[in-house]
């Protein structure tokens, strides 16, 4: 989304409005308050997160996997993965933790250059991140499915041997 408008001082790309209107439509139709206060508090954890390792990266280069990008959104990815199943609540959370992380920066920045919401480099870390985080979940539920085929294959075998023959 290449459009943009000022607004108080800050340039605001179309993506940030876009995925500021999902998250909360997400969270909005998700049952539970529990789970909407659940929602919340992952997405402000990713978003600080997202923000300190933006900020410290490059103080630790021995941490970076392939580029600083790439690392920043296999974490924040994983983490995203690892605490919220349902693909729309992950999106959801993952979309306004990376926003929250963005806000944080333009506001630690805004000193040393003009406030800026959602420009290319975010679009490209967020499209990185959402690929990590749906990456990893199929990962973890392929890893969880194999594992209970081979408990069930190894019980069966234990339950047959076990089992006195009838000649």
Not at 114 to 140: I, K, P, Y
Not at 149 to 163: C, D, I, N, W
Request: aromatic share 12%; hydrophobic share 50%.
């Amino acid at each position: 989304m290449r459009w943009s408008t000022d607004w108080g001082g800050i340039r605001v790309y179309g993506c940030t409005l876009v995925l500021l209107v999902v998250s909360l439509w997400v969270m909005v139709r998700t049952p539970s308050f529990l789970y909407r206060f659940h929602l919340l508090s992952i997405a402000l954890l990713l978003g600080s997160v997202y923000f300190f390792m933006r900020e410290t990266l490059h103080l630790m280069p021995a941490v970076i996997w392939f580029s600083p990008d790439w690392t920043v959104a296999a974490s924040v990815g994983f983490l995203a993965a690892a605490l919220l199943r349902w693909p729309p609540l992950q999106i959801a959370g993952l979309s306004l933790g990376l926003l929250i992380g963005d806000v944080m920066s333009a506001c630690a920045h805004r000193e040393q250059m003009a406030m800026t919401l959602g420009q290319t480099e975010f679009q490209d870390v967020w499209w990185l991140t959402a690929f990590a985080a749906r990456g990893c979940s199929l990962l973890m539920e392929g890893m969880v499915a194999g594992t209970k085929l081979a408990f069930k294959r190894v019980r069966q075998r234990v339950r047959s041997g076990r089992e006195p023959e009838n000649d």
